[in-house]
């Protein structure tokens, strides 16, 4: 156990916690938020509310839970190991979605900074070759992967910090207001039209607890810093896609692949539109380089638990599990295909929605646990009771979020789902002593 002197104080793991969300997934929402129109800030209020809902239940799992494995961990203690594999499947099946969402932004900006326009046959053909580009360097070193992704996220977050702080000076209160309702939508349709997608930049979240260990006061300090920076990077998202929306005409900005460089064009000149545009390129390009080795981890870690195929645990010389990435390059070049749509950000838009109902999985799984790990773990009273309260009514938000994902998304969702039920059935032999071992813990 460290020396209190190397551990990080509230306010550093709070940073942290805020930029583990900040990064790619918020750089193409103003464009699909425009689409609903400036009333999306009272999505952004609810989103906020729920996900930070969320982080407090993750920091009580993270808190109390004795069992490793994450989200799969704190699932056990409720649905046994059966709820463990699905969380981590929802998991891993989300993350795998979610890098094409992230893919599909590169290609946006990329375009834009180039000044061209394809087909969508093009742009889809696109996307699948930023999925290989960004894995085969992670077949090399893990390490290079680690620190350029760690040094590339001040590319998006950069520009994003100095726009909610000089953006105001731009700022049409008019343009804001004309642009509320282009659609004359109803209060809660409209709501409901953005929350997914809002949903979709904190998604991350539940990586909030993970450093509990490095804390000075873990059970002070990781409440502290789940809630803190996930309302500040709620107040980010806010502010940055409100002042964005009284900048830029909302007919432009809900056609534009690369909103952020759009609007510093609008502020200053094209060049600079373009400079903005192409640091965020080499920023998105670096996120996704690391995300795709994350993802080879997660399914190598669920492999490991005997979760997923032994193909996906099978490393080269370097500890890189090369075979399994190259499966999940597939299986992503595959779902580019599948979601291939007239524009670009309606191929984002379907992606994210699919990401959050899949999500939204090992989320609802983890929330329910809650009651049982603090029972576990010997909380009592009020101590309980109350955050019991919240972390039902984030489930609650969490079950709202899939349903506004649209009914395409929960369609698709809910056989993902069942298929996880069914490749359970067929696994579940390799884990009844372990299923009577966890029922005689809680005889």
């Given at each position: ?32 938020l ?22 407090y239940g ?109 953006g ?9 207001a ?38 000075e ?57 373009k ?11 670096g ?105 039902f ?10 349903y ?40």
């Open positions: 156990m460290g020396s209190t002197k190397t551990k990080m104080n509230v306010w550093q793991l709070t940073m942290i916690t805020a930029i583990n969300m900040i990064g790619s997934g918020l750089i193409m929402l103003p464009a699909d425009a689409q609903v129109g400036t009333m999306s800030i009272l999505s952004w209020i609810i989103t906020t509310i729920g996900a930070t809902a969320l982080a993750f920091a009580r799992c993270g808190m109390f839970s004795k069992r490793d494995g994450g989200m799969g961990g704190y699932s056990e203690y409720t649905f046994g190991k059966s709820g463990n594999f699905m969380a981590n499947y929802g998991y891993a099946i989300a993350c795998t979605i979610a890098n094409v969402a992230i893919a599909v932004t590169i290609v946006g900006y990329a375009l834009t900074f180039l000044g061209i326009k394809l087909s969508p046959a093009m742009n889809t053909a696109c996307v699948i070759l930023v999925v290989w580009l960004t894995t085969i360097p992670n077949f090399f070193s893990a390490k290079i992967t680690g620190i350029i992704g760690s040094f590339t996220i001040w590319g998006i977050i950069g520009p994003v910090i100095i726009f909610c702080i000089i105001w000076f731009w700022f049409s209160p008019s343009l804001f004309a642009s509320w309702n282009p659609h004359h939508l109803g209060l809660f349709h409209g709501i409901s039209q953005s929350i997914s997608i809002t949903l979709w930049a904190f998604l991350g979240l539940e990586s909030a607890s993970a450093n509990m260990e490095a804390v006061n873990p059970q002070r300090d990781v409440p502290i810093a789940c809630l803190g920076g996930t309302i500040g990077a709620g107040i980010i998202y806010i502010v940055s896609t409100s002042i964005i929306q009284g900048i830029v005409p909302g007919h432009l900005l809900a056609n534009s692949n690369a909103p952020f460089g759009l609007v510093f064009a609008t502020m200053f000149t094209p060049l600079v539109g400079i903005v545009t192409g640091i965020m390129v080499l920023a998105c390009f996120s996704l380089l690391a995300w795709q080795f994350t993802l080879g981890q997660v399914f190598k870690s669920s492999a490991g638990q005997n979760y997923f195929p032994k193909i996906f645990k099978k490393v080269s010389k370097k500890d890189v599990p090369v075979v399994g990435l190259v499966i999940l390059c597939i299986l992503q070049s595959l779902f580019a295909l599948l979601t291939i749509s007239p524009t670009l950000n309606k191929e984002f838009e379907t992606i994210v929605n699919l990401s959050i109902v899949t999500n939204m999985i090992p989320y609802v799984l983890s929330m329910a646990a809650v009651p049982v790990i603090q029972k576990c773990a010997g909380i009592k009273g009020k101590s309980a009771l109350i955050p019991s309260i919240i972390t009514l984030a489930g609650v938000y969490s079950l709202y979020a899939m506004t994902s649209g009914a395409q998304a929960m369609l698709y969702g809910g056989v993902v789902a069942l298929f996880g039920w069914t490749l359970y059935g067929a696994l579940a032999n390799r884990f009844e002593k372990e299923n009577d071992l966890l029922n005689k813990d809680f005889k």
